[in-house]
């Protein structure tokens, strides 16, 4: 862990150096060409005293520079004690370094901060004279020497500080599981554990380890500050690093500061919107009573209370809009241009679906529970959602249909229009001309009868759907009482196999001929066989089809 830490160290000090060694650049360097004849930075000892704008007397402001540099240089390597004061000559400023002039500040080498020709010599003045006393700190070895002791010092207390911080998290992961154990316990409902501490101690380890990380980076930086702090020629890396820090914080805290009172404003919307929708639903509630409004009933309550939920939030959202932290950014303005973009290409199907799903719910077209036939699909509705309908099948088959593939398509209903629970059934058979209607319509009664799970009341009725060429068609439609849709499928069954029992038993085919020619003898049913068995001649007063 140690070795890991010191590496890690060494890392970020490298690091750090590399910044603070780009830092130090002239304003010049790594700039465009312009730029570096427009504005270069007098530095002497590591430490910043003005930036040059302007040409005078036919110097630029690198020449300048190089002349200011030559001129303190040779300055300070004579004497240690110098005075700096400043002479003003016409509209500039002279800045002198003991008797020699060691550059002069005009009105052309004002910046856009700069208040003033005297401020700025003023301010350069006061850097230089700082220059001066750390020069003559350089050259005292006891300043030195102390120095580098309350640096040792800064640093044992560094390192102590470090290990301190990895011990403690060490013991905190070593509580954490008797923590847990101890206080999951009573978080039961029933037997049942409302947090999964194999799950939670991963996440707690990772957010005391990014804690501890923090909390180590913070020390470093702060004990690099303070060491560089010590010596003259890095007091200027120093400073830069605890004023990127405060000035950091500072920024931090203004932000957050400034951001309150939009999230206040962005609150009290959500709580109104909170509370506007909760009466909104319960008056919704009250008007789904039965004699208030027709299309509002159970059925579409939970969707008119979602759409008008969704429709209030989406209200409040954009009125809060404005007031939340960065909404005016142009990053946050250009991420929410993106998400309206990526939703009008990639939406335009689903709010096709949705919109299906409401004319569903509304209309009540389907309903759960109801046995449909949609296209070639048959089954049992098991649940009608926003953009899809679930159908189960009688062969086992769970069927997912676009609500919009069901808008757009014939719909069968067979459990709309039963008396009670269940649904119609239906089957077709074709029969030759010469088997008398009134004996397949007995036959067809009869299957139905044999057939368990077919109510007789209402009873059964034999539909003659249509006289074609060479056969009347028959259609049997009875009512059943089970609405699971494997049940309907074997109802089906049986009641085939029922009719073709029947059929056999009474000695009629069941088969659908085509003409191929005239026969040799006329092939119609005489009345004394109107009646064959199992049909039965009407009573005297019965009506007779």
């Known amino acids: 862990m140690e070795n890991g830490v010191w590496r890690w160290m060494g890392v970020l000090l490298g690091a750090l150096w590399s910044v603070l060694a780009w830092a130090q650049l002239p304003v010049g360097e790594g700039q465009p060409a312009g730029a570096a004849q427009q504005a270069v930075e007098l530095k002497i000892a590591n430490r910043g005293i003005m930036v040059f704008r302007g040409t005078v007397l036919g110097e630029t402001p690198a020449q300048r520079v190089a002349r200011a540099e030559a001129v303190i240089s040779g300055a300070l390597e004579e004497a240690a004690e110098l005075q700096v004061r400043l002479d003003p000559i016409q509209d500039s400023y002279l800045v002198l370094l003991g008797d020699r002039r060691a550059f002069i500040v005009t009105p052309k080498d004002l910046g856009p901060a700069d208040e003033s020709v005297l401020q700025t010599a003023e301010n350069a003045a006061a850097r230089l004279r700082q220059v001066v006393a750390e020069t003559h700190e350089t050259r005292s070895l006891r300043t030195l020497i102390v120095a580098a002791g309350i ?21 905190l992961l070593g509580l954490v599981p008797r923590m847990m154990r101890k206080h999951a316990s009573g978080l039961k409902i029933g037997h049942t554990p409302l947090v999964d501490t194999s799950n939670l101690y991963p996440l707690i380890s990772r957010l005391l380890g990014l804690v501890c990380w923090t909390v180590v980076l913070l ?15 890095t007091r200027p890396w120093g400073e830069s690093l605890n004023n990127y820090l405060l000035d950091l914080g500072r920024y931090l805290l203004d932000g957050i500061v400034g951001a309150i009172p939009g999230l206040i404003i962005a609150l009290a919307i959500f709580l109104m919107a909170r509370a506007v929708s909760g009466f909104v ?6 008007l789904a009573r039965p004699g208030n409004i027709s299309w509002l009933n159970q059925e579409t309550l939970q969707t008119t209370t979602r759409l008008t939920s969704l429709a209030i939030w989406l209200f409040a959202l954009a009125m809060a809009y404005p007031y939340l932290p960065g909404a005016q950014t142009e990053a946050f303005k250009g991420l929410s241009v993106l998400l309206g973009l990526m939703i009008s290409l990639g939406a335009s ?36 959602g926003m953009f899809t309908t679930t159908i189960r099948t009688g062969l086992g088959e769970v069927l997912t249909i676009p609500n919009s593939t069901i808008t757009g398509t014939v719909t069968k209903n067979y459990s709309r229009t039963v008396q009670g629970a269940g649904y119609v059934v239906d089957t077709t058979v074709t029969i030759g001309y010469d088997t008398p209607w009134r004996q397949v319509e007995a036959l067809l009664l009869e299957a139905a009868a044999r057939t368990p799970g077919i109510l007789q009341k209402p009873a059964p ?10 056969y009347p068609e028959y259609r049997l439609v009875a009512q059943a009482i089970p609405s699971e ?18 059929f056999n038993e009474h000695g009629v085919q069941i088969m659908s ?33």
Do not use: C
């Not at 639903?281 to 009250?286: C, F, I, N, T």
């Not at 949705?354 to 089954?379: D, K, M, N, Q, W």
């Not at 049940?487 to 029947?502: F, G, K, Y």
């Not at 020619?517 to 007063?541: I, L, Q, Y």
């Open 281 to 286: 639903r319960r008056m919704l509630e009250r």
């Open 461 to 470: 009725q034999v539909f003659q759907t249509a006289l074609s060429d060479f």
């Open 485 to 502: 849709p494997r049940p309907r499928a074997e109802l089906l069954s049986m009641l085939h196999a029922n009719l073709q029992d029947v």
């Open 151 to 171: 640096a040792a010092a800064a640093t044992l207390v560094y390192v102590a500080l470090v290990r301190l911080v990895f011990y403690a998290r060490r013991k």
């Open 219 to 233: 020390l470093s930086y702060e004990w690099l500050s303070f060491v560089l702090r010590r010596f003259p020629y």
């Open 513 to 545: 001929p085509h003409y191929l020619g005239d026969p040799e003898e006329e092939k119609w049913v005489p009345k004394e066989r109107w009646f064959t068995s199992p049909a039965r001649e009407p009573e005297r007063g019965e009506d007779e089809r």
């Open 349 to 384: 199907s689903m709010v096709g679906q949705a919109a299906a799903g409401l004319i569903l719910t509304y209309t009540r077209t389907l309903r759960p529970g109801e046995f449909v036939r949609v296209g070639e699909h048959e089954g049992t509705v098991t649940e009608l």
